[in-house]
C-alpha cells in the first residue's frame, strides 16, 4: 500500500488509535525514534509505553482537558515534551495529537505525530538551566554539577566529570556527581601530561581523547586501579578552553562498558564546553572583580566595603549569642610626616609592615581592614572591655617595634579608639563613628594612646557638629554682630584710648553664645577667616561711622587669629578693609597671640613684615599666658602688650602676679611698648595699675562690651 510506505518513510512517528486509546498503528519512523517494533505497542495506550522516568506527569490530563474543553468532534493538542524510548532513551518530541470525539458524535480514536526534537531541546535545557544558574549566581562548582546531572538526564548512559585545569597545569575536580567522592579527593592536584588519563592528556594535548577501553589504554596506567572498583570502563574527555583558546578544564563523559561516543554525545558536549567555558571564564573574572573591589591592593587587607559586610554578619552573630565585640580603630601617628618627608615608596613600606604586625596578632574571629590611608579597624569578637583594652596595649606595643624603611630606621606609632559592642552602638556604622571620635580623643589627648569611647564624648562631638552647622549659617546670614568695650587712659578713666571689637552670635534658639565656644570651632571648622573678614569690614564700617556722626573713637582692636596669617593675601586683605571706608592704618590695633608670633612658617612671617611695612600697629593679646616669651618681644614690630586678666586679678593677693607685672611694665616700656591691662574690676586693681604706670585699662570697671548706640551714650 503506497500510503503505508509513505508513511512509513516519514521521519515522523505517527501512530493511530482507537476509541479505547488503544494504539492499532505506528509507522516505520516510530519504531526508529523509540526503537518498538509494532506488535510491541499495538493493542496497549500510548501512554503505558512512552512515559518515563522525568516525563511531565501532568501530561495526560492537560491532553485530556485541552482535547475536551473544544466542542467540535475534532479536538487538537499540542506541546513539547519529553519521552522514552524502549532502552530508556529520553527523547524530547513535538506532539501533535487530532482527536476525533465519539461523545460529540465523532467516530473516535485519534492521530499523533510525534516529532524528534531532542537535539534543540537538549541544547534549549541544558542552556537555560545553567544559564540561569549564573544569573542566580550559583558557586562555580554547584553550577557544573548542575550541567553534568542535566547531562546524565539526557543520556542516562553516561557519568558526566568536570575538572578545572589551573595556571600550574593541575587538575581539580568542579564536579563529579556520579562519581565515588574518593576519586574526586584523588584526582585533585594531579599534573596534567601526555599519559595522564583521559581528562589529564586532553587538558595536556588541548584535544579530546577517546579512551574506549580503560583496561587496556596505556594513558591510563597510572590511573586504572584508582578507578578499578567505579565500574567505569570507557572514558572520552574534551578540552574547555579559555577564549584564546588555552585549557582550562576537561569536560569527560564515562561508560560503564567499553565503548566510542555517539552523534548525541558529540552533540551533548559540543553545547557543555561552551556553557563550562562560560561558566569557569566567569568565575575567574568574578574573583578578580572581587579581589580588586574588596581587598586593598597595597596590604592585601579586606577594604571598607568588605569589612562592613563581614561585620554586619559578625554582630548579627554576637547579638545571637548576647556576646560582647569591640571595634578598635586604629590610626597611625604623624604618617603624613613620613610621606611627605620620605616620600610614598616609604609611606607604602610602613603600611604594609604595620598591616602585617596588625594582622599577626588576630585571632581566627577576629576581622581586620583598612579603611583609608593610614586608618586600620579590627573588630575583635566574643571580647570584654577588658580584653579590648588589653588588645589596644598590644596593638600599640607591636606597632612601635623599629623598622628599617629604605634605610632609615623608624619606630611607628598609632593612636587607637575603642568602641564597645553592644553598649556604645549596634550597628558597624555606629562603632566606626564612636571608635573613630574615641581614636580622636586619643590623639588630642597624647599621642601613642588608646581611648574608650564614651557617651560624654559623643554628646560634645554632637553638639560641636551643630554648632558647626548653625555658624556657618549665622556667618552666610551675617547674623553676627559686634559690642565695643572700652579701653581707657589710667590718667584720666573719663578719656578713651580705643574700643576692642568683640564678637557677638544671638543665636535664635540657644540666645548667647559665648565667643569662648564659637571661636574654637570656627577656627577648626575653617570659618575663622571669613569671620575675621566680616568683623574687620564691620568694625571699619563703625568706626567711620562713629566718626562722620562726630564721636571720637580714637581706634578700634581687632581679634585676629593665627590661621588667617597662613593665607598669603592676608595683609592685603586688612588694607582693603580700611580701604573701603576711608580709614588709616593708625586707625586699628590688629590683636595678635602668641601663637602667631611663635609661628615659623614663612607665609605667617611675610604678613607680618607687610603689616608692619604698611604701618600697622599690632598688640599681643593675652600676654602672661602662653609661651610668655619676653625674648621674642623684640623680634616683631609689636607695638602693644595686652596684659591678660589671670594677672589682673591676681594683683590684689598674690606678690608674683605683682612682682611679674611690675617686671613686665618695665620691658615695655623701656621696648616702647603700650602695656593695656584687661579684665579690670575694682577700683583697688586701677589704682594699683595707676600707681606702677600702667598706660591704658580695660575692664567692667570702666565699660562691659556695648553694642555701638550704648558706646555712643558711654562717651
Ligand atoms: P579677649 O580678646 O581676651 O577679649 C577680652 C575678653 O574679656 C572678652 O570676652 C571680654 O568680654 C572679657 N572682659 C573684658 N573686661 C572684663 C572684666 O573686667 N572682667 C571679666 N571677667 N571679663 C572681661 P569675650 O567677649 O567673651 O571674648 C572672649 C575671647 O573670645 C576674646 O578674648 C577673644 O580671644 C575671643 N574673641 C572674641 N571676639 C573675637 C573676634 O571677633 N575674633 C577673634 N578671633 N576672637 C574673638
Ligand atoms: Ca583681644
Ligand atoms: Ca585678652
Known amino acids: 500500500m503506497p500510503l503505508r510506505r509513505a508513511l512509513d518513510a516519514s521521519d515522523n512517528a505517527i501512530v493511530l488509535t482507537d476509541s479505547d486509546k488503544r494504539v492499532v498503528y505506528v509507522n516505520g519512523g516510530f519504531t526508529r525514534l523509540f526503537g518498538y517494533e509494532p506488535d510491541e505497542v499495538l493493542g496497549k495506550l500510548l501512554s503505558d509505553v512512552l512515559l518515563g522516568p522525568y516525563a511531565n506527569p501532568d501530561l495526560l490530563t492537560n491532553i485530556r482537558a485541552d482535547v475536551l474543553t473544544q466542542g467540535q468532534t475534532q479536538g487538537q493538542f499540542h506541546t513539547d515534551t519529553l519521552l522514552y524510548g524502549k532502552t530508556g532513551q529520553p527523547r524530547w518530541v513535538s506532539l501533535v495529537i487530532n482527536a476525533s470525539k465519539e461523545d460529540a458524535g465523532g467516530p473516535g480514536g485519534s492521530i499523533s505525530i510525534l516529532t524528534d526534537i531532542t537535539l534543540t531541546k537538549m541544547h534549549e535545557v541544558l542552556q537555560t538551566r545553567v544559564l540561569e544558574g549564573m544569573v542566580n549566581e550559583l558557586p562555580?562548582?554547584?553550577?557544573?554539577?548542575?550541567?553534568?546531572?542535566?547531562?546524565?538526564?539526557?543520556?542516562?548512559?553516561?557519568?558526566?566529570?568536570?575538572?578545572?585545569?589551573?595556571?600550574?597545569?593541575?587538575?581539580?575536580?568542579?564536579?563529579?556527581?556520579?562519581?565515588?567522592?574518593?576519586?574526586?579527593?584523588?584526582?585533585?592536584?594531579?599534573?596534567?601530561?601526555?599519559?595522564?588519563?583521559?581528562?589529564?592528556?586532553?587538558?595536556?594535548?588541548?584535544?579530546?581523547?577517546?579512551?574506549?577501553?580503560?583496561?587496556?589504554?596505556?594513558?591510563?596506567?597510572?590511573?586504572?586501579?584508582?578507578?578499578?572498583?567505579?565500574?567505569?570502563?570507557?572514558?572520552?574527555?574534551?578540552?574547555?578552553?579559555?577564549?584564546?583558546?588555552?585549557?582550562?578544564?576537561?569536560?569527560?563523559?564515562?561508560?560503564?562498558?567499553?565503548?566510542?561516543?555517539?552523534?548525541?554525545?558529540?552533540?551533548?558536549?559540543?553545547?557543555?564546553?561552551?556553557?563550562?567555558?562560560?561558566?569557569?571564564?566567569?568565575?575567574?573574572?568574578?574573583?578578580?572583580?572581587?579581589?580588586?573591589?574588596?581587598?586593598?591592593?597595597?596590604?592585601?587587607?579586606?577594604?571598607?566595603?568588605?569589612?562592613?559586610?563581614?561585620?554586619?554578619?559578625a554582630l548579627a552573630d554576637l547579638q545571637k549569642k548576647g556576646r560582647p565585640g569591640a571595634l578598635l580603630f586604629v590610626d597611625l601617628d604623624r604618617f603624613k610626616q613620613v610621606n611627605d618627608t620620605q616620600g610614598h615608596a616609604a609611606g607604602d613600606v610602613l603600611l604594609s609592615e604595620v598591616a602585617k604586625r596588625l594582622t599577626q596578632g588576630l585571632r581566627a574571629r577576629d576581622l581586620i581592614a583598612r579603611l583609608s590611608g593610614d586608618e586600620f579597624v579590627l573588630l575583635l569578637s566574643e571580647c570584654t572591655t577588658e580584653q579590648a583594652v588589653q588588645?589596644?596595649?598590644?596593638?600599640?606595643?607591636?606597632?612601635?617595634?623599629?623598622?628599617?624603611?629604605?634605610?632609615?630606621?623608624?619606630?611607628?606609632?598609632?593612636?587607637?579608639?575603642?568602641?564597645?559592642?553592644?553598649?556604645?552602638?549596634?550597628?558597624?556604622?555606629?562603632?566606626?563613628r564612636h571608635a573613630d571620635q574615641a581614636m580622636h580623643q586619643a590623639k588630642s589627648d597624647h599621642r601613642h594612646s588608646m581611648q574608650l569611647f564614651s557617651a560624654e564624648m559623643n554628646r560634645r562631638v554632637q553638639e560641636r557638629a551643630s554648632l558647626e552647622r548653625a555658624l556657618q549659617q549665622a556667618l552666610a546670614e551675617r547674623s553676627l554682630t559686634l559690642h565695643y568695650q572700652p579701653q581707657v587712659l589710667s590718667s584720666s578713666p573719663g578719656t578713651l584710648h580705643g574700643v576692642e571689637a568683640l564678637a557677638r552670635w544671638n543665636h535664635p534658639q540657644w540666645g548667647m553664645v559665648p565667643p569662648s565656644q564659637f571661636i574654637p570651632v570656627a577656627e577648626d571648622a575653617g570659618l575663622i577667616h571669613e569671620l575675621t573678614l566680616w568683623l574687620l569690614d564691620e568694625a571699619c564700617r563703625q568706626l567711620a561711622a562713629w566718626r562722620s556722626a562726630g564721636h571720637d573713637v580714637p581706634c578700634v582692636a581687632v581679634n585676629l587669629s593665627g590661621r588667617s596669617f597662613h593665607r598669603p593675601e592676608f595683609a592685603q586683605e586688612i588694607s582693603d578693609a580700611l580701604e573701603r571706608h576711608g580709614l588709616r592704618t593708625s586707625d586699628v590695633l590688629l590683636e595678635i597671640t602668641e601663637s602667631v608670633m611663635m609661628d615659623a612658617r614663612p607665609v605667617t612671617l611675610q604678613n607680618i613684615k607687610a603689616l608692619h611695612h604698611k604701618d600697622f600697629k599690632l598688640s599681643l593679646d593675652d600676654f602672661g599666658t602662653g609661651y610668655s616669651s619676653l625674648s621674642y618681644l623684640h623680634r616683631l614690630p609689636i607695638s602693644e602688650l595686652k596684659l591678660d586678666m589671670a594677672f589682673v586679678q591676681d594683683l590684689t593677693t598674690s606678690a608674683t602676679a605683682r612682682a611679674l607685672t611690675v617686671s613686665v611694665l618695665s620691658i615695655a616700656h623701656s621696648l616702647g611698648m603700650v602695656v593695656v591691662a584687661e579684665g579690670v574690676e575694682t577700683t583697688g586693681q586701677q589704682q594699683w595699675l595707676q600707681a606702677h604706670g600702667c598706660p591704658v585699662m580695660q575692664g567692667y570697671l570702666f565699660g562691659k562690651p556695648l553694642p555701638p548706640d550704648e558706646i555712643e551714650a558711654w562717651l
Not at 579527593?185 to 589529564?200: N, W
Open 391 to 432: 588588645s589596644a596595649h598590644r596593638v600599640l606595643h607591636d606597632i612601635a617595634q623599629p623598622l628599617d624603611i629604605l634605610g632609615q630606621t623608624h619606630v611607628p606609632h598609632a593612636s587607637i579608639g575603642i568602641a564597645m559592642f553592644p553598649n556604645d552602638g549596634d550597628t558597624i556604622d555606629t562603632l566606626l
Open 140 to 313: 562555580l562548582p554547584e553550577l557544573m554539577t548542575l550541567a553534568c546531572r542535566e547531562v546524565e538526564r539526557i543520556a542516562p548512559e553516561v557519568t558526566a566529570t568536570i575538572l578545572a585545569v589551573d595556571a600550574q597545569g593541575l587538575l581539580h575536580p568542579l564536579a563529579a556527581p556520579s562519581l565515588p567522592a574518593t576519586i574526586s579527593r584523588a584526582l585533585d592536584g594531579q599534573p596534567i601530561g601526555p599519559k595522564a588519563g583521559s581528562c589529564g592528556t586532553a587538558a595536556f594535548r588541548n584535544a579530546p581523547v577517546v579512551v574506549t577501553d580503560i583496561a587496556s589504554d596505556p594513558l591510563w596506567d597510572g590511573y586504572r586501579d584508582l578507578f578499578a572498583d567505579s565500574g567505569m570502563r570507557a572514558c572520552w574527555s574534551s578540552p574547555i578552553r579559555d577564549h584564546r583558546g588555552q585549557p582550562i578544564g576537561t569536560f569527560a563523559f564515562y561508560f560503564r562498558e567499553p565503548r566510542a561516543p555517539d552523534a548525541l554525545h558529540q552533540r551533548l558536549v559540543e553545547v557543555c564546553l561552551h556553557l563550562c567555558a562560560l561558566a569557569i571564564e566567569r568565575d575567574s573574572t568574578h574573583q578578580r572583580i572581587h579581589q580588586l573591589a574588596f581587598f586593598d591592593v597595597l596590604t592585601g587587607l579586606p577594604n571598607r566595603a568588605l569589612f562592613r559586610s563581614s561585620a554586619e554578619r
